[in-house]
Nanobody
Framework: QVQLVESGGGLVQPGGSLRLSCAAS????????MGWYRQAPGKQRDVVAA???????NYAESVKGRFTISLDNAKNTVYLEMNSLKPEDTAVYYC??????????????WGQGTQVTVSS
């Protein structure tokens, strides 16, 4: 089994910063990519940023220039540095990982979600 454990959410004022972390552990043969999604109340879950094991990244247009995703391959941990936060960034943020486990089965895994609230 593979587990994803997220941390770092919370309440922050507009213009502030937060850093999210997500560590993957368990029966990992190969980690292919990790990413962050978010879901606001009444809306669908959308991708925020993603990164491959090789370091290629992509971002949602709404967060480009403000958010930075990074991956520590040795720790199987992905980070999301969020700066210049806006109220519209308020959502539950979910970690996602594309992993091949030790049975050589490849699938997506999800974290439990962490709340980010941007409000004065």
């Amino acid at each position: 089994q593979v587990q994803l454990v997220e941390s770092g959410g919370g309440l922050v004022q507009p213009g502030g910063s937060l850093r999210l972390s997500c560590a993957a552990s368990g029966s990992i043969f190969r980690l292919n990519a990790m990413g962050w999604y978010r879901q606001a109340p009444g809306k669908q879950r959308d991708v925020v940023a993603a990164i491959t094991a090789g370091g290629s990244t992509n971002y949602a247009e709404s967060v480009k220039g403000r958010f930075t995703i990074s991956l520590d391959n040795a720790k199987n941990t992905v980070y999301l540095e969020m700066n210049s936060l806006k109220p519209e960034d308020t959502a539950v943020y979910y970690c996602n990982a594309d992993i091949k486990d030790r049975r050589l089965i490849r699938r997506d895994y999800w974290g439990q979600g962490t709340q980010v609230t941007v409000s004065s």
